[in-house]
C-alpha cells in the first residue's frame, strides 16, 4: 500500500534544476529598467567633469537648450541636487569624518566623472548631443591619488572642510578585547626568541570595476499617487527606505521596483547620484524620465572595488606555530563614501585569522579619501582582500621556514573535532572540516604528482615552469545577526522576511524580500517550498523586487539570500502549515495530535484519511465550512533574523604554467572542494563557483582600474579594462563536502562569494611558485606576462638567495635574517 | 554610447559607392563590418556627415582564384576567410592570421578589407599581408589601381587609399606548399596583440629556401623581418639556427610603450615570438 500510494514529489532539495528564470532571460523576453516603455518618457544625459579635481566656475547651457528636442538643461542648484546629502549607511566610528556627497556636484568636482549637469530630451540622441554643448568653466585642482602621500602632513586636501584626507580608523585588538593575546608582545618576543621568526609583507590590493553586465538604469514616473522608481539596483528595500530619509519623500508614497537585474556583484549596492538626479527631475517636470548610463559611464562613476595596501606581520615559531598576526591596511574610499563603502575594509577584521588558530591578532584599518571614484561593494567585500592578505603570507612564512606550505596550514587550522570554535576576531565558526575538504581537493589535484612535474621541469630548465599555488580559505556571509551589525554601528538589522500566499488552486506565490540579480533565487526558491509545503516545483512563483508586493526586506549581499532569505521561507512555510493543521483536523473530523504533515498532506495517523494542503488552501478560499474561532487563511509571513554568520569554506588548488621567455601566466590546472553546508541545487552551486573563480582568478591575472598622475582613469572601456572570457581560462575540477551549518535548519551556508574569495590568492601563490626559483619575491596584481617578465628580467643577475637554500635547510636563510628589520627592507614584496 | 547623426547610404555596386563617397565631400567615411568603425561612432570619435555602407554589394564578397594569385573581396567576412579552402591551400597565414582576430562575433562580422583599411598597427591582417607581398586594388573616381603592400600601410591608421577610394579587393600570391604560423600574443583572447609575428616558410629537404616574416604592432605600420627572411634562408632547419636567426627580429622596428607593454619587452616578445611562429611553422 505504502509503495501505491507513494505520489508524493520527489524530494526537490538537492536536486539538479535548471534555472526556471533562464528562459525568459537567455531569449531577451524580460523587461529591463532600460525597457519600460512609459507614455510620454523623458531621456537624460549627465554631463560629467573630465577633471579629478577642480572648482566649478560659470556653467553655460545655452547652446545646449537649443538642441531640437531638449526639454531642460538643469545644472546642481536648478534642482536641489547640490544640497543633497547621498546616505552612508555604516558610520564605522563614532568620529569618522563624512564628505557631504551631492548627487550632483555644484561648487567642486571631486573625481573625473562627477556630475555636474543634467539634459533632458525627447530622446536619448537629443539628450547626448546637447550634453557635449554643455561649457563648464573649471578651475583645476591638484588631485589626491597616493594614499600614503595623502595622509601625510600638508597634502592637498580632497575636502578641506573635513581638514584631513582620513576618513576613519578602525581598530581591533585581541588583548584590548579579551580575545587572545597582544600581537605587538607576540611580535616583540618573537623578535627576541631563538625558536621564532618575523615575516613582514607588504600587498597591494589592486583597484577593481564589478562590470555587471546590465548597465545601471533609472526609471522615474512621478504622475501616480506613488511615486514610482524602476532601478536596475540589488537593493530595492534599502532605496526606497533612502530616498525617503534621504530627500524627505513620505515613503508610502514611493514605490521602487527592481525588475530583472542583469548582474550586479556588489556594484549596485547604493544610492546612486544618478537614481537621485533623475527622481528630482521627474519631480521638477512632473513628467516620466529615464536615465541608462554607457559601459563607459559605467566604468568611470558606478562605484569600484578592493584597492588596499596592505602591511602584514607574522611572529611563528621555527616549527611553523603562528603566534602573533598584525594586520595594518589603508584602503581608498576615492571622492566619497559609498552606502556601505567605509565598512567594507571592516569586514575583513573578522577573516585576517582565517581558518587558524591565531592566538593574538590586530587588525588596524586607515581609510583615505582620494580624488578618484569611490569604492564600495565588490563580491566579497573585504573578505577576499583579507583572504588574500593571510593566504599569500601563509606561503610567504612557509617559504621563510622552508616548509611546505600545506603543512604550515595544517599546523595552525582548526581541527574538524574542535568546532564550533570561537575565534582570536570573536566570531563562532558553527561547523567545517577543513581535512576533509583538503584531503579531497589535494587527491583530485594529484598535488604530490603536480610537484613531481614541477621538480622535472626545474630539472629540464623547461621554458614553461610549473607553479603550484593554495588558497584553505572561510568566509563568514549570510549577513547578518542584527545584534552584530548593532555592535557594528550598521545602519539596518540583518534579518529578511518572506510570505507565503496560497492562492485558491493550490498554487503558492512566494514574497521574498532579497533581490536576485542573476543567482537563479527563483528555481532555488521554489525548491525549498515545493519540498516544505509538498506542492509540485511548478506550483510556486517566485515574486520579489517590487517594494508594492515585497513591502519588508534588506535585499541581496553577504551571499544572504539562501542562508537568510531561504530560512525565513522555511519559517514561513512552517507557519502555512500550523495555520492549515486546525482546518486539516476538522476537515478529517480527526483530532489536531493525530496528524502529521508529509509530501503535501495531512494524514490522520494509522489510516488511509487525508487532506492535502492545496485542497484546504481550496476550502478556506471558499471558506463554507471551517472550524470556529480562526481565520479561513492559511497564509503566512516570516521573519528570520540569524543567530550567526555562516562560514562556508575551502581548499583551492591552483597550478600555472610560467612561461620563462614572455612571462605569461597559463592556468594549467584548477581544483577547489568547496564546504557550502547542505546544497539546495548543485548546478546552481557549480555555476556559482564558476563564475566566482573567473573573477578571482580575473583580479590575479587580469583586472585592474589605474589612474594616472592627473587622476584620469585609464581604463574607461572593456578594450582597456581586460576581462577574461572562456577563452581565457580552464575547466575547473570542482567538488563539495559538506559540513551542514548548525544555526539555521536548512544548515545552509553562502556560495555567491566563496569563488571569489578563494581563488586570487590560489593563482598569485601558485605563479610565485613558479618563479620564486630565479629570485622573484613578489609581483602585484595583475600578475601580467609584463610584469612577470619583468620581475624574471630584475631578479636574474641579483644574486637573490634561492628560496631553495631555504626550503633544502629549513630555518636558515631568509629565516634566520628575520628578526632585523633587513627582511622587512629587504622583502621583495616591499 | 548613441552616435551624432549622420546620413547613411547602402550602394549595391563599386560604382554607385565611389559615387556616393565623391558626392559625400570630406565627411563621408565607408562603413565595412563597423567593428573598429561603429565604436568610433559610438565613441563619438568621430563624427561623419554620411556613412556608406559597403554591406550591400555583392560584388566585394568572396574568394576567387585568378590564375597564379588568389583574390580575396574585401568585404570577405573573417569568418569567410578562414573557412576559405583556397586560401588554406594557397596562403595558408592569413588563414592563420585571421583565425586569431578577436572573437567568434567579431569575426562574422568583421572583414578582411576594413580591418586592413582601417590599418591598426595592433591589428592581425597587416603584417600577413605584407610578409606575403599582397596586392591592394582600390577603386576611385578615375577606375582602378593597384598599390603594393609595401606603399599600403603609411602610418597608425593612415593606408595610400584616397579619400575618395575604395579598397575592393586584395591579391594574394600562391604559397602552395608553405608552411605558415601566425604568433600571436596577448593578454586574453579577444584582446589585441601586444606584439605579434606572421611566419610563411618554405622547407624542402630539411633546408629553409624561403621564408616571410611580417611583425604586428612593432612599429605604426606592419614590419617586414627582413633580417631574419635573410639569416633563415639555406639554413639547414633546426632550432638553434632558427633561435639564431630570430635574434635580428627587432631591427628596423620601433615599438611603442604602454601599460602592456615597454618597447624593450615588444623587442624582446618579436624575438622570441619570431622563433616560435618559425619553428611552428616550418613543422
Redesign the interface.
Given at each position: 500500500m505504502t509503495t501505491v500510494e507513494n505520489s508524493a514529489p520527489a524530494q526537490e532539495i538537492g536536486r539538479d534544476r535548471r534555472r526556471k528564470e533562464d528562459r525568459r532571460l537567455i531569449t531577451g523576453r524580460t523587461r529591463w529598467t532600460d525597457n519600460q516603455a512609459i507614455t510620454g518618457l523623458l531621456h537624460l544625459s549627465i554631463v560629467r567633469s573630465p577633471f579629478a579635481h577642480a572648482e566649478i566656475g560659470s556653467i553655460d547651457t545655452s547652446a545646449a537648450k537649443q538642441v531640437p528636442g531638449v526639454v531642460a538643461v538643469y545644472t546642481a542648484s536648478d534642482i536641489g541636487a547640490d544640497a543633497v546629502q547621498l546616505p552612508c549607511a555604516w558610520p564605522i566610528t563614532k568620529d569618522m569624518k563624512s564628505p557631504q556627497r551631492p548627487a550632483l556636484a555644484g561648487s567642486r568636482v571631486n573625481f573625473a566623472g562627477e556630475g555636474v549637469a543634467v539634459v533632458v530630451a525627447r530622446t536619448a540622441a537629443a539628450a547626448k548631443d546637447a550634453a557635449e554643448l554643455v561649457e563648464v568653466d573649471y578651475s583645476e585642482l591638484a588631485p589626491v591619488l597616493d594614499m600614503e602621500e595623502a595622509l601625510k602632513e600638508g597634502a592637498t586636501l580632497v575636502h578641506p572642510e573635513l581638514g584631513t584626507n582620513e576618513n576613519a580608523q578602525w581598530v581591533f585588538d585581541s588583548g584590548e578585547a579579551g580575545s587572545g593575546g597582544s600581537a605587538s608582545e607576540a611580535i616583540a618576543a618573537a623578535e627576541k626568541a631563538d625558536d621564532q621568526i618575523v615575516v613582514r609583507r607588504r600587498f597591494r590590493q589592486q583597484r577593481l570595476v564589478p562590470v555587471f553586465m546590465e548597465p545601471r538604469s533609472t526609471v522615474v514616473d512621478p504622475t501616480g499617487e506613488q511615486l514610482v522608481m524602476w532601478s536596475s539596483t540589488q537593493v530595492p528595500h534599502i532605496l526606497k527606505t533612502m530616498l525617503a530619509l534621504t530627500l524627505g519623500l513620505p515613503e508610502h508614497k514611493v514605490r521602487v521596483i527592481a525588475p530583472d537585474v542583469g548582474g550586479g556583484f556588489g556594484g549596485k549596492i547604493a544610492v546612486a547620484p544618478e537614481e537621485v538626479v533623475t527622481l528630482l527631475v521627474a519631480q521638477k517636470l512632473g513628467k516620466p524620465v529615464k536615465w541608462t548610463e554607457t559601459r563607459s559611464e559605467s566604468l568611470l562613476t558606478a562605484h569600484h572595488g578592493r584597492d588596499q595596501i596592505q602591511d602584514l606581520t607574522v611572529a611563528v615559531t621555527k616549527d611553523g606555530e603562528i603566534k602573533g598576526l598584525d594586520v595594518k591596511l589603508l584602503a581608498d574610499m576615492g571622492a566619497y563614501l559609498g552606502l556601505v563603502g567605509p565598512g567594507v575594509p571592516i569586514l575583513g577584521a573578522f577573516m585576517f585569522n582565517a581558518i587558524y588558530k591565531i592566538p593574538a591578532y590586530r587588525f588596524d584599518c586607515t581609510n583615505v579619501f582620494t580624488t578618484k571614484t569611490l569604492t564600495d561593494a565588490y563580491r566579497g567585500a573585504g573578505r577576499p582582500e583579507a583572504t588574500f592578505g593571510i593566504e599569500r603570507m601563509m606561503d610567504e612564512v612557509a617559504v621563510e621556514l622552508g616548509m611546505e606550505p600545506m603543512e604550515l596550514r595544517k599546523r595552525n587550522w582548526i581541527k574538524h573535532e574542535e568546532f564550533p570554535f570561537t575565534t582570536v576576531s570573536t566570531l563562532t565558526y558553527d561547523t567545517g572540516n577543513y581535512e576533509a575538504a583538503t584531503d579531497q581537493a589535494m587527491s583530485m589535484f594529484d598535488y604530490d604528482g603536480l610537484r613531481r612535474e614541477q621538480q622535472e621541469r626545474r630539472d629540464r630548465g623547461d621554458v614553461k615552469q610549473l607553479g603550484l599555488g593554495i588558497s584553505t580559505f572561510t568566509e563568514m556571509c549570510g549577513l547578518a545577526p542584527s545584534r552584530v551589525l548593532g555592535s557594528l554601528d550598521y545602519g539596518a538589522g540583518g534579518w529578511e522576511t518572506a510570505a507565503i500566499r496560497m492562492l485558491p488552486t493550490g498554487k503558492a506565490e512566494v514574497v521574498v524580500g532579497v533581490s536576485p540579480h542573476g543567482q537563479g533565487h527563483e528555481t532555488a526558491f521554489s525548491q525549498i517550498i515545493a519540498d516544505k509545503l509538498g506542492i509540485p516545483f511548478e506550483d510556486v512563483e517566485i515574486l520579489h523586487g517590487d517594494t508594492q508586493s515585497s513591502y519588508r526586506g534588506l535585499d541581496t549581499y553577504g551571499s544572504r539570500s539562501l542562508a537568510v532569505g531561504g530560512i525565513a521561507m522555511v519559517k514561513a512555510a512552517e507557519k502555512v502549515v500550523e495555520k492549515a493543521r486546525p482546518i486539516a483536523a476538522y476537515m478529517l473530523e480527526a483530532s489536531e495530535d493525530d496528524l502529521e504533515f508529509t509530501a503535501g498532506k495531512f494524514s490522520v495517523k494509522g489510516t488511509d484519511k487525508g487532506v492535502g494542503i492545496q485542497d484546504i488552501a481550496l476550502a478556506v478560499f471558499a471558506a463554507h465550512d471551517y472550524p470556529e474561532g480562526i481565520e479561513p487563511d492559511i497564509d503566512a509571513h516570516a521573519t528570520f533574523d540569524p543567530e550567526n554568520f555562516s562560514y562556508p569554506h575551502g581548499t583551492h588548488l591552483c597550478a600555472v604554467e610560467v612561461d620563462t621567455e614572455t612571462g605569461f601566466v597559463q592556468l594549467y590546472k584548477y581544483v577547489c572542494v568547496d564546504d557550502v553546508g547542505t546544497v539546495i541545487n548543485p548546478l546552481i552551486v557549480e555555476g556559482q563557483v564558476h563564475g566566482g573563480l573567473a573573477q578571482g582568478i580575473a583580479q590575479a591575472l587580469f583586472e585592474d582600474a589605474p589612474y594616472d598622475e592627473s587622476g584620469t582613469l585609464l581604463s574607461g572601456t572593456l578594450v582597456d579594462y581586460t576581462l577574461p572570457s572562456a577563452a581565457d581560462l580552464i575547466s575547473f575540477d570542482t567538488a563539495n563536502t559538506s559540513t551542514p551549518s548548525t544555526t539555521n535548519p536548512l544548515g545552509v551556508k553562502g556560495v555567491g562569494e566563496a569563488g571569489t574569495i578563494a581563488s586570487t590568492p590560489a593563482v598569485v601563490n601558485a605563479v610565485l611558485d613558479a618563479v620564486r626559483q630565479y629570485g622573484v619575491k613578489d609581483i602585484e596584481m595583475p600578475t601580467t606576462p609584463y610584469r612577470v617578465w619583468t620581475a624574471l628580467n630584475s631578479a636574474k643577475g641579483t644574486g637573490a638567495q634561492s628560496d631553495e637554500a631555504n626550503v633544502a635547510s629549513p630555518g636558515a636563510g631568509l629565516g634566520s635574517m628575520a628578526k632585523s628589520d633587513s627582511v622587512k627592507n629587504q622583502g621583495g614584496a616591499l | 554610447?548613441?552616435p551624432?547623426?549622420f546620413d547613411y547610404v547602402r550602394p549595391t555596386s563599386v560604382a554607385e559607392a565611389v559615387q556616393a563617397l565623391a558626392d559625400g565631400g570630406d565627411d563621408a567615411k565607408i562603413l565595412a563590418g563597423g567593428q573598429s568603425f561603429i565604436p568610433v561612432l559610438r565613441?563619438?570619435m568621430g563624427d561623419p556627415s554620411l556613412v556608406v555602407d559597403l554591406g550591400g554589394i555583392a560584388e566585394l564578397r568572396g574568394v576567387r582564384e585568378e590564375g597564379d594569385k588568389i583574390v580575396v573581396g574585401a568585404m570577405t567576412t573573417h569568418h569567410d576567410v578562414t573557412r576559405d579552402d583556397l586560401l588554406n591551400q594557397h596562403v595558408k597565414l592569413i588563414s592563420e592570421a585571421t583565425k586569431t582576430v578577436a572573437?567568434f562575433q567579431v569575426r562574422h562580422r568583421g572583414t578582411l578589407g576594413g580591418a586592413l583599411a582601417h590599418a591598426d598597427p595592433a591589428g592581425d591582417l597587416a603584417a600577413p599581408t605584407l610578409a606575403l607581398d599582397a596586392e591592394f586594388v582600390v577603386a576611385g573616381p578615375d577606375g582602378e589601381r593597384t598599390v603594393a603592400s609595401g606603399d599600403f600601410f603609411q602610418d597608425y591608421f593612415t593606408t595610400a587609399i584616397g579619400p575618395q577610394e575604395i579598397l575592393t579587393a586584395i591579391r594574394f600570391p600562391k604559397y602552395t606548399g608553405w608552411g605558415a604560423r601566425y604568433e600571436k600574443?596577448n593578454?586574453?583572447?579577444?584582446?589585441?596583440s601586444?606584439v605579434a609575428v606572421a611566419a610563411a616558410v618554405k622547407v624542402e629537404g630539411g633546408s629553409i629556401t624561403d621564408a616571410r616574416i611580417g611583425l604586428t604592432n612593432m612599429a605604426g605600420v606592419p614590419v617586414r623581418a627582413r633580417g631574419v627572411e635573410s639569416a633563415l634562408v639555406g639554413q639547414t632547419m633546426s632550432e638553434e639556427t632558427v633561435r639564431a636567426a630570430a635574434q635580428a627580429a627587432a631591427e628596423g622596428t620601433s615599438p611603442t610603450s604602454d601599460?602592456?607593454?615597454?618597447s624593450d619587452?615588444r623587442e624582446?616578445?618579436a624575438k622570441?615570438?619570431t622563433g616560435r611562429a618559425v619553428l611552428a611553422a616550418a613543422g
Open positions: - | 554610447m548613441i551624432a547623426s565613441l563619438r572573437d600574443f593578454r586574453v583572447a579577444q584582446a589585441w601586444i601599460a602592456d607593454a615597454g619587452y624582446h616578445l622570441v615570438l
